[in-house]
Structures are given as C-alpha cells and as structure tokens.
C-alpha cells in the first residue's frame, strides 16, 4: 500500500507520486506518515521532509506551511521548498555564513527575529545536502 505526496510551494509543485512513507517536521516535532495513518492536519516547521520510495529515500528542505493528511493522501503547502539533489553546496554554505552573520549584527527584537529565520532556513538546507552525503 502506498500513499499519494504532493507538495506544493506558491512558485511551484515540488512533488505529485505515490510513496511508501514520509517523516515530516511539525511544529510540535517530527512525525512519520504510513499508509492508513489517522486524519490530521499540521503546521509545518521548517526542517527536513523525508520521503521513502521503493528502496531508497529523498529528502526535501521544506520552509515551513501546512499538511493535511487523510485517506492515504497527504498535501503539503510550504512557504518553500527544495529537493536536496537540487541545492548548490556551495551556495548553501555561502547563505549559512552570511545568515549567521547577519544575527550576530541584528540590531533590535524585529531584527533578531527575521535573522533567526534566515537562519533556520540555511540549516535546514546544508542538513538537506548532508544528508545525500551521508
């Protein structure tokens, strides 16, 4: 038995096809989703999106959104996101340093606040290569 993923970003679909399973970031911690999981909608955190094909598994920096999950279809609206074998390393890396940078100077709660994020979303992405590496 299989479930149906779909992942939509507001620039794009990142993903439509059946999975074996996925284990996703929530706001309230990672959960795993099989076939025949119960009903549920999530906030989704920014972190990694796991999903298990056949005999292998893919991984997704997701930035955070939304997922419904209910009768062996799950739909994940996120504010982004980026298969890891499409991310440059380089460039991540890059936007990591510059991030932690940035927090290191925000001046103010608003500023600390929006590089926090940044922040967030540049881990996210180099533990998204990693993870290929790995």
Known sequence: ?????CVLTP????????????????????????????PIATAVDIG????????????????????RISNNE????GNGAEISTDI???EAQQTLEIAEAN?????????AIEA???LRRARTRVEAI?????
């Not at 038995?1 to 993923?5: I, W």
């Not at 927090?103 to 500023?111: D, V, W």
């Open 11 to 38: 620039n794009r679909m990142i993903w439509d096809s059946e999975v074996k399973e996925i284990i996703l970031s929530t706001n309230s911690g990672q959960i795993g989703v099989l076939p025949n999981h119960a």
């Open 48 to 67: 990694l999106l796991r999903i298990r094909l056949k005999d292998r598994w893919l991984t997704v920096a997701l930035m955070g959104g939304f997922a």
């Open 74 to 77: 799950i739909t994940i609206l």
């Open 103 to 111: 927090l290191s100077k925000a001046e103010g709660k608003r500023q």
């Open 88 to 90: 440059d390393p380089q």
């Open 1 to 5: 038995m299989t479930l149906n993923l």
């Open 130 to 134: 990693k993870v290929i590496s790995s």
């Open 116 to 118: 926090n994020l940044a």
